[in-house]
C-alpha cells in the first residue's frame, strides 16, 4: 500500500513539473546502460538490469517503485506504462550525455542531488570513515594528501576526492547547466 502511495506522489510531482528531492529510483536497461553511473555519481539508486527478461525488469520496476530507463519502445507499449501505473522513459539518443540530458530534462532531475553518496559498482550509500580507517586501504600518496574518505559496505571500495572525483564534479556541473 505505501508503495503504490508513493509511486502516485511520484506521478504527481512529476507531472507538475516539480523537482524531486528524494525518492526517485530507476532501474536501466542494458540497452541504455551508461546511464546507471551518472545517476549514481547524482545520488540516484539506479539498478542496472542485465537480463534479456523484458517482464521481470518490469516486475522489478513496479515492486521497488523504479521509473524504467529503456530504448526498448515494445516496453513502452505495455498497459502497465500506457496506463501511467509504471513510469518508462524511452531514451532517443544513441549518445550517453545526450540520453543523460533526456532524463534530466523529463524529470526535472537535481544533478546535485546527493553527489558521491553512492558506490558506483554496487549502487549502495557510502559510510563515512576516517583517515586513520582507511591508513592501509589506499596509496600512501593519497593518504598524505587526502583528508575525507567514504567506503562501501558492499564492495570495500574507498572513495576520496582525487582527480577522478574532480573530473566527475566537473561533469556533474556541466550537467547541471545544461
Ligand atoms: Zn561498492
Not at 7 to 16: A, I, S, T, Y
Not at 91 to 100: L, V
Not at 124 to 142: A, C, I, N, T
Amino acid at each position: 500500500m505505501r508503495k503504490v502511495r508513493e509511486r502516485q506522489n511520484l506521478e504527481f510531482w512529476v507531472n507538475r513539473g516539480v523537482r524531486l528531492i528524494s525518492n526517485l529510483k530507476f532501474i536501466v536497461d542494458n540497452n541504455v546502460g551508461k546511464l546507471t553511473k551518472w545517476l549514481r555519481i547524482m545520488g540516484y539508486d539506479a539498478l542496472f538490469f542485465d537480463g534479456k527478461n523484458d517482464s521481470r525488469m518490469v516486475a522489478i520496476a513496479l515492486a521497488e517503485g523504479r521509473v524504467i530507463l529503456t530504448k526498448d519502445t515494445q516496453i513502452m507499449k505495455r498497459r502497465v506504462v500506457t496506463s501511467g501505473q509504471l513510469k518508462a522513459i524511452l531514451i532517443k539518443n544513441d549518445e550517453p550525455e545526450q540520453q543523460m540530458h533526456q532524463v534530466i530534462d523529463t524529470l526535472n532531475l537535481d544533478c546535485q542531488f546527493r553527489p558521491f553518496a553512492l558506490c558506483l559498482e554496487c549502487n549502495q550509500p557510502l559510510l563515512e570513515r576516517s583517515r586513520e580507517q582507511v591508513k592501509d586501504l589506499v596509496p600512501p600518496y593519497v593518504f598524505q594528501t587526502q583528508s575525507q574518505y567514504m567506503e562501501c559496505p558492499a564492495c570495500h571500495r574507498i572513495y576520496w576526492r582525487g582527480t577522478h572525483w574532480q573530473a566527475m564534479t566537473r561533469k556533474l556541473d556541466k550537467f547541471t547547466k545544461g
